[in-house]
């Protein structure tokens, strides 16, 4: 069977995220595929991500993360500081939009 990332090399294990098949230039030796790699989360580095910050634009899975509104989120670590860092107050007075009850002042 041949890799499905670069279809030119023969594969020798699959994904244990996505269960992909691939050649040893594309799995590491996690079993991550370089695909899925790519796209895991930038706090945790081992689930896949499902959005982005909007504040620092990592990429974050929904475990690492905040919603604020389906669809905008946090990472974890913004929505500490926004609640706890004064210089954070202008994302505080961006963010109102979003937050009913969440943020306050």
């Known amino acids: 069977m041949l890799c499905e990332v670069c279809e030119a090399e023969e594969a020798v294990g699959r994904c244990k995220l996505c269960g992909r098949y691939a050649c040893s230039k594309h799995l590491d ?3 991550v595929c370089s695909i899925c790699k790519e796209t895991l989360c930038r ?3 081992q689930r896949l991500s499902i959005g982005m910050c909007l504040i620092c634009a990592r990429i974050i899975c929904r475990e690492c993360s905040v919603e604020l509104q389906p669809g905008i989120r946090l ?3 913004c929505y ?3 609640l706890n860092d004064p210089s954070y107050a202008k ?3 961006y ?3 979003f937050l009913k009850s969440r943020i306050e002042k």
């Open 29 to 31: 030796l996690d079993g």
């Open 43 to 45: 706090i945790c580095n």
């Open 75 to 77: 990472c974890s670590e």
């Open 80 to 82: 500490g500081r926004l």
């Open 91 to 93: 994302y505080r007075d």
């Open 95 to 97: 963010l109102k939009r």
